[in-house]
């Protein structure tokens, strides 16, 4: 074999190890990446869940990873905007799962996920590198209208007016009958007065006929 021929052997199989090491050292070297969500992203519930999962490629680092639930489309903006946070609490590593709890009560509308986890190589991954994950809320929780205070009627204003009222007060007569004669009963008086009148007269004829005797 020529000198030529031998140094375009050489090339060729030196070529061939780098490119094989080469396609077994990208997969290693790359990040992890987000394969799926529940609720899926795009889908629509009725009531929103306790709490919101995404599943990635491989387990994640314990430390680092956040997560913030927003009524909008854009998450991201959400978040630079100060919107309300709908996660309840911090989000936790569950290996290759990101758990995000929920508040109770969701209304209705689209909300997303605005999101940052370690991968196990190290570097950190966000809502940025992936497809923003949403879903519906088509009922939510209905709210719960106060009970209306029943206001009182303008009969039952009266009727609590007229229970209020005091006695009536007792006649100017009545009061000096009964301290004049307390306990004595209006025939006992009238029939002393009629007794004293009839006295009275058989007085007089008495006092007639002696005087004419």
Do not use: C, K
Not at 36 to 50: I, K, L, Q, Y
Not at 179 to 191: C, Q, R
């Amino acid at each position: 074999m020529s000198a030529s021929s031998r140094f375009r052997s050489v090339f060729v199989g030196a070529a061939v190890v780098l490119f094989a090491t080469l396609g077994f050292a990208s997969p290693a070297a790359a990040h992890d990446a987000l394969s799926g969500s529940d609720p899926a992203t795009g889908t629509s519930v009725e009531v929103a869940p306790a709490q919101i999962t995404l599943t990635f490629t491989a387990d994640l680092m314990p430390d680092g990873a956040e997560a913030q639930v927003f009524a909008s489309t854009d998450p991201v903006a959400a978040s630079q905007a100060g919107e309300q946070d709908w996660a309840a609490g911090d989000a936790i590593v569950d290996g290759m799962s990101l758990i995000i709890p929920l508040q109770e009560g969701l209304p209705v509308g689209t909300y997303s996920v605005n999101w940052r986890v370690v991968s196990s190589d190290g570097h950190a991954i966000s809502t940025s590198s992936a497809e923003i994950i949403s879903f519906t809320v088509t009922q939510g929780v209905p709210a719960v209208d106060p009970v209306p205070t029943a206001e009182p009627t303008p009969e039952a204003t009266t009727a609590l007016a007229a229970t209020a009222t005091p006695d009536a007060t007792p006649s100017p007569e009545a009061t000096t009958g009964a301290d004049e004669l307390p306990g004595v009963s209006p025939i006992v008086i009238w029939a002393l007065v009629i007794g004293g009148v009839i006295l009275v007269a058989l007085l007089a004829v008495i006092v007639r006929f002696a005087r004419r005797s």
